[in-house]
């Protein structure tokens, strides 16, 4: 079996990466890491199962060889992201799902769009079924990722409808894990990045508002599950248990021991009240229904952003980049980018909140085929660095 992944270097796309190698299955990934990380499949690039392209699906592209699965991950996913960057977040969620239903159906294969709770908007029905059709403010900022999902399930319908194709939908609710941007600013890494520094957890609003967390092993079981079976209308997959920020918050500080204290910010636009998914379709059609607990999933995903933070509070120094810029490799020829000299000049810019690092990098050819994995690379492991908001790669040739 053999199966194109777009956003393969994603959060919940990487663990599908994983979990399809794990059955047995060939993976063709794409990203074009806006928010995916190299970091997030280093561990399987060497895997022969395994192929990498660099690529925007919002742009038309080809796959050689035949195709039993397309599956479509790939797009900005976080609030602060999707807001960030809300035209291409508008550009994959139509051009992008329309390049890999084409795709699909060029190749005869099972599509499969990871929808999103998001299609609910802020829900009047109380948990969400899949026959609910939502409440969404079509012109609000968040809407660019809302209407996007919504214009998907749509067109992968329409593709279903007009020619056949075998297609699934799935509505993903709240998930978290390892592998989530510290920096996303979703809630989960934001509470534990504060917790873990002893900085005030942020709650937007009164904390009142609701989400149902669930582990992503959890959540790719799921979709593994509707990716193989005969369900072509949307199912919900997520943890229906239920809780307030504010209860959210003082689980995170109990369970890392934190001395933190919570402060109250201001509430973004259009932030759903309530959410909680209603799994009986789930659990009767795909006989799936989330196994981790809360506490079991965060101790996994705290021990990760422990080992995988560099703590706040250490001098930002020129060498100190350059000692973590080590761990960066050209994945073609296996030698790190600081050993073969490629790093030329650091330029550490302190601001109030935090400092921009500028880097400059050689590369011999503009025709580096793994150049902008190599460039966000760079990127992602200075961004780890405590003290960075952000870092500024430039290529030099
Ligand atoms: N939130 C918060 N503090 C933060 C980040 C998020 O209180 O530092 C709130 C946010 O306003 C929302 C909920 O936590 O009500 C979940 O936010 P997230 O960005 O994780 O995803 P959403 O479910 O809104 O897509």
Redesign the pocket.
């Known amino acids: 079996m053999r199966v194109l992944l777009s956003g393969g270097a994603g959060f919940i796309g990487s663990h599908l990466c994983d979990l399809l190698l794990k059955k047995g299955f060939e993976v063709v990934a794409c990203d074009n890491f806006i928010t995916g990380k190299p970091s997030n499949i280093s561990h399987i690039r060497n895997n022969p199962s395994f192929k990498f392209v660099e690529q925007d699906i919002s742009n038309p592209f080809n796959v050689d060889g035949d195709l039993d699965y397309v599956m479509n991950f790939a797009s900005p996913a976080?609030?602060i992201d999707y807001l960030k960057i809300p035209m291409e977040t508008l550009r994959v969620g139509s051009f992008g799902t329309y390049n890999m239903l084409e795709i699909a159906k060029q190749k005869k294969a099972v599509f499969l769009m990871a929808s999103t709770s998001?299609v609910y908007g802020d829900p009047l029905l109380h948990p969400q079924n899949e026959e609910y059709w939502g409440n969404v403010n079509t012109i609000g900022p968040r809407a660019v990722y809302d209407e996007a999902k919504r214009f998907s399930e749509a067109l992968t319908m329409s593709y279903h409808r007009e020619y056949g194709l075998d297609t699934k939908i799935v509505r993903i609710f709240?998930t978290y894990g390892t592998r989530m941007r510290l920096n996303d600013?979703?809630?989960?890494p934001?509470?534990v990045y504060q917790a873990l520094n002893n900085i005030p957890l942020?709650?937007?609003?009164d904390?009142k508002?609701t989400?149902s967390f669930c582990y992503v092993d959890d959540l790719i079981e799921g979709i593994f599950k509707l990716l193989t079976s005969d369900i072509n209308t949307p199912v919900n997959i997520g943890n229906p248990h239920e809780m307030t920020?504010l209860e959210f918050a003082e689980i995170i500080r109990k369970m890392t021991g934190s001395k933190s204290e919570i402060v109250f910010e201001g509430?973004?636009q259009d932030?759903?009240k309530k959410?909680q998914p209603d799994i009986a379709k789930a659990k009767q059609y795909l006989n799936w229904e989330p196994k981790i607990k809360i506490e079991d999933g965060l101790a996994r995903t705290i021990a990760w952003f422990q080992f995988n933070q560099v703590p706040e509070g250490q001098e930002l120094t020129e060498k100190g980049i350059m000692q973590a810029l080590k761990e960066v490799e050209d994945p073609e020829i296996g030698l790190s980018i600081v050993d073969m000299e490629l790093i030329k000049n650091i330029e550490i810019i302190k601001h109030e909140k935090g400092a921009l690092v500028k880097v400059k990098m050689t590369l011999t050819t503009p025709n580096c085929p793994m150049m902008g994995y190599i460039v966000k690379s760079v990127k992602d492991k200075i961004e780890t660095i405590g003290g960075v908001t952000s870092a500024d790669v430039e290529i030099v040739f």
């Open positions: 976080s609030p998001e709240n600013g979703r809630v989960v934001n509470f942020t709650i937007y609003g904390g508002q989400r920020i509430l973004p932030d759903p959410r």
